[in-house]
């Protein structure tokens, strides 16, 4: 009788171990959306079944373990390069990468475990579920978004990258391709619930939508972009230092010397001299306030052309990751400071008290971490314009480009992607900046240690690329900008502002039906 009541008590908490099984694998289907796969049209029906399975549950605690058990695949799948970092010293921080793999996953399940969850309140009914299940879900990506300084990596709606459908970001943002992705993932389960002629009506309208969002993209793809007025020539140099030697000294100069080299090159027949030269993140082996002849080495080198140079600076007892453009004089002419930093991987909670037991920050290789910068600023490139400098992981958060005084004319990020290793995790940040460029209207050059460098257009289209573990430049013609978009003017305000709107109108919609269904018995 004990273990009946048991049973009795535990069913209604979590479906059986198969649902979830079903549940986390194809959480791992819907991860071949992102980069470098792209696989939208596995992805997109994937997270349709991930829907339907989750609504037919019968307890609200079932769809919320449903949507954990997905959201954990979703991320084993999707983030499994998260054990690179701890790689690059493997005799130090090794034994935490499955730790890290496993914590990560569980915390995009319960990101995921809250948007079912919400969604189930929604109703009790398989249909009235799906669709409170896709907005939680669209919910659930806003507030990953932003809560604890945000993580916006491999949100749903970055599926599209890539394709049509993500010139809509220009309109409303990543968020709003979330949302979009979800509302036609859950079309297959609201219509079964249907009448056969209505549910076929939904199907109909969510993929004439899904079309007209399509051909919506192919149009503005298509549509022409006024050229500048005066061309602005840029070389990236990507000098392939691998992160596990970067630091030691008896590679320190030479990959220096290798970063000389490839910016003295000459250009190919035809190419005109570069007005800029871009080195990545932290690219040299002596802080800015302590160069001795690093300066002026790499102003001969650049043979009268400015550097656009990521580099390490102190003040004092703080140390920061700093974007640095350096004149033909070796003379510092401006400096960008990081200021949105990466919890555990370039500061640490506590730092000072975690450095008596020797934790430190991975990326810092002076002190226990980087301090944040002063905020977000302009470089003033002069006949160059005004440069939105993004250095790595800023690249991944549409909504610090809208904290910049004013309107940059063209977007610059330095990175350092050989954290990431070579499998998905460069190619997910460089699909993000894709992103980035298409929701501002404006085009990005990005440089990488071990790449992948890329121009990329105003569109999101990748102009020119050097790939991955290959040393190198590109030399390459900045392409124009666009007219600023609706998504840069407004930002994610009304798009959450919508998925709140739509989550309390169901919600109460849902509480009258059940009243009244419950006044007629």
Not at 455 to 462: S, V
Not at 476 to 502: E, F, H, Q, R
């Amino acid at each position: 009788m004990i273990l009946g009541l048991r049973a009795g008590f535990r069913a209604p908490l979590r479906p059986r171990w198969q649902s979830l099984l079903g549940a986390l694998l194809l959480g791992a289907l819907v991860a071949t959306g992102q980069a470098p796969l792209g696989l939208w049209w596995i992805a997109l029906p994937a997270l349709a079944g991930v829907i339907w399975l989750a609504a037919g549950q019968r307890w609200a605690s079932s769809v919320a373990w449903t949507g954990f058990a997905a959201g954990f695949g979703y991320a084993l799948a999707g983030m499994f390069w998260i054990v690179e970092p701890f790689m690059v010293e493997a005799e130090v921080y090794g034994w935490m990468a499955p730790f890290a793999l496993v914590l990560m996953s569980a915390g995009m399940g319960v990101f995921w475990a809250l948007g079912f969850g919400l969604g189930a309140q929604i109703g009790p009914g398989p249909g009235q579920r799906a669709l409170g299940i896709a907005l939680g879900m669209a919910a659930s990506d806003a507030l990953r978004s932003y809560v604890f300084t945000g993580f916006p990596w491999i949100l749903i709606g970055h599926i599209w990258i890539g394709t049509p459908v993500a010139q809509a970001a220009a309109f409303f943002g990543p968020l709003g391709l979330s949302l979009m992705t979800m509302l036609v993932a859950a079309t297959p389960a609201m219509a079964a619930t249907l009448r056969t002629g209505r549910g076929a009506v939904l199907m109909g309208v969510a993929l004439l939508s899904l079309g007209a969002i399509w051909f919506g993209g192919v149009t503005r793809l298509a549509a022409p972009i006024a050229l500048r007025t005066e061309p602005i020539h840029l070389r990236l140099v990507q000098p392939n230092a691998a992160q596990n030697l970067k630091w030691l000294p008896q590679y320190r100069m030479k990959f220096f010397d290798r970063l000389l080299r490839l910016t003295s090159s000459a250009p190919k027949p035809g190419t005109p001299k570069p007005d800029l030269i871009i080195w990545p993140e932290t690219a040299v082996p002596f802080l800015l306030d302590r160069p001795g002849q690093g300066l002026e080495l790499s102003a001969q080198a650049a043979g009268g052309v400015p550097i656009a140079m990521g580099i390490q600076r102190s003040q004092g007892a703080r140390y920061y990751n700093a974007l640095a453009v350096i004149g033909p004089d070796a003379a510092v002419r401006d400096i960008y400071d990081k200021s949105h930093l990466v919890p555990f991987g370039e500061y640490m909670p506590f730092g000072d008290f975690l450095a008596r037991f020797g934790i430190t920050a991975f990326a810092s290789q002076v002190g226990n971490g980087y301090s944040a910068g002063a905020g977000e600023k302009l470089l003033n490139l002069g006949a160059l314009g005004k440069v939105a400098p993004l250095i790595c992981y800023e690249a991944i958060f549409p909504q610090d480009l809208m904290h910049f005084p004013s309107r940059p004319d063209w977007i610059l990020q330095v990175t350092n992607d050989a954290w990431f290793g070579t499998l998905s995790g460069p190619y997910q940040h460089l699909a993000q900046a894709r992103l980035r460029a298409i929701e501002q209207g404006l085009p990005m050059a990005r440089d990488a240690n071990t790449g992948v460098s890329a121009l990329i257009d105003a569109k999101g289209r990748i102009v020119a690329s050097l790939g991955m573990d290959r040393a190198g430049v590109l030399d390459v013609t900045l392409p124009p900008s666009l007219p600023k978009t609706l998504y840069a003017k407004l930002g994610d305000g009304p798009i959450i502002a919508l998925i709140a709107a739509l989550l309390i109108v169901s919600l109460l919609f849902s509480r009258i039906v059940i009243d009244r269904r419950v006044k007629r018995h």
